[in-house]
């Protein structure tokens, strides 16, 4: 699937022995495709008090990387795929890449960065072969510049890739190989690798598998042990998981490279957005993987465990919905740092939600109780709402998706308003709207939000016109009128 734009953090556990040194540290991915990020600092926090000590990025965003320096947390720092045309195109970009984004960084911000992952996904089918000439010129770019600028121990390289980058012909791990239009690229690579003492990063989604497939057996999916088995010679296989994993060990095997690390760049389950994706489901999931990985468990072919960087740490509503509406809640936590469901961590611990979180006012923008629901307005003001904020939580089977057509329209309008902030005249919708101090979510998991403040609440204005072109050209203005009165303010001082 296409994470390419998702902020994640990784959880990465290292990996004691049997109950000695348990769950050292959790591997996340951190993402930051959201309207309203936490900030940073606050990111940081939350992984070291959930025990996260290793963190997967997509990007070197400035922001980011000055919290994480001197965090102790090690970093796996993504190049998106965008700039691999780049990259591949001469050494010089490589080298100034690196020095910008990888070396200042090390020796001037105290980031620990341990792994550069190079792309993101490039192979993925959906891609139709966009980003297969330039990959590995981009990743030999990197390792060169890397050894230039003397990291070349201390930083590995790899390329976080889909896990249709392989197949298995009889259905069985056993008939593990690599994708045959990629076949001689991936051995090139995993050559490479192999010789530079790096791992290969493979992402594996046992949601995708049931999406995907409504036959797909659920417990399949899941790591209870209870699916009906697939037996592949003197192995049984009760999920999809170790199945999936073992069919790339098995390639790797096959084509020389039976112990080639490998690392789990994604994994994850998501709480809404489709029937599948909700919070039984996601905690019964991730609850099942982190006890793997607590317990230091490997699979039937590899059992020395993978690293495995869970997918995310928190929901990302600005994310494409280009896979399905799941896309934008794939978080262990909500958008604020808030839990979603409990997890045992290993040695008694339990999830923390992030602290230090400052909220918008406590009011929510709803349907006016006088409006009717007829209006012929109302159709255009959804519309402009769902299109400029949220609303994946009101399909059939998410979240809100049981509310009548009443708390539809006050969804939409609360996630529109809450998204630009609150600001005066958000809340206007042709008169169709009210602003109340009343919680108006159900009694269930439907959340109306209330954003967290990002500073832009009090650049309070009325649009201009009532076109969402209009609505979308204020926010536009509201950040040039913010970026103004700072520099006021900076001459002022
Ligand atoms: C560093 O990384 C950022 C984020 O990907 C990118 O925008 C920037 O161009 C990079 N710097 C250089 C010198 O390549
Ligand atoms: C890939 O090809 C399909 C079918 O030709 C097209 O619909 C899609 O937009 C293409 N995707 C990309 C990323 O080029
Ligand atoms: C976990 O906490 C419970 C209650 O506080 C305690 O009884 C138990 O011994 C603890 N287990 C471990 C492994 O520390
Ligand atoms: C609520 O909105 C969703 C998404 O737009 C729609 O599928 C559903 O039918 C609506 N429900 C009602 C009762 O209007
Ligand atoms: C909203 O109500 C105000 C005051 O009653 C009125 O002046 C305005 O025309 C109304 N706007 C719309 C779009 O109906």
Known sequence: ????????FVLL??????GLLMAEGLACNWGTRATHPLPPHIVVQLMKDNGFDKVKLFEAEPEVMKALGHSNLQVMLGI????????????????????????????????????VAVGNEPFLKTYNGTFLQTTFPALKNIQAAL???????????????????????????????????IHSLMLSIIKFLSENGASLTIN?????????????????????????????GSITYTNVFEANYDTLIWALEKNGFPSLPVIVGEIGWPTDGNSNANLEYARRFNQGLLSRVTQGQGTP?????????LFGLIDEDAKSVAPGNFERHWGIFYYDGTIKYSLDLGNNRTLVPAKGVKYLARQWCIMAPEANILDPNLPQNIDTACTYADCTSLGYGSS???????????????????????QKGYCQFSNLSVITNIDPSPKSNCRFEIMIDIGKHEQARRPTTSSAGGRELNSVISIAFLLAYLIVICCLL
């Open 1 to 8: 699937m296409d994470f390419r734009y998702m902020f994640s």
């Open 13 to 18: 556990f290292i990996l004691g022995h049997e």
């Open 80 to 115: 998106p795929n965008d700039f691999l045309a780049a990259l591949a195109s001469s050494v010089r970009v490589a080298e100034e890449w690196v020095s910008q984004n990888v070396s200042s960084y090390i020796s001037t911000t105290g980031v620990d960065i341990r792994y």
């Open 147 to 181: 050894i230039k600028a003397g990291l070349g121990r201390q930083v590995k390289i790899t390329i976080p890739l889909n896990a249709d980058v392989y197949t298995t012909d009889t259905g069985l791990p056993s008939g593990g190989e690599f994708r045959s239009d």
């Open 204 to 232: 594996i989604y046992p949601f995708l598998s049931l999406y995907d497939d409504p036959h797909f057996p659920v417990d399949y999916a899941f790591f209870s042990g209870n699916a009906s088995p697939i037996i592949d």
């Open 301 to 309: 072919k590899r059992p020395t465990p993978p690293d495995i960087y």
């Open 400 to 422: 809100c998706g049981e509310l009548d057509a009443r708390g539809n329209v006050s969804y939409a309008f609360n996630m529109y308003y809450q998204t630009q902030n609150q």
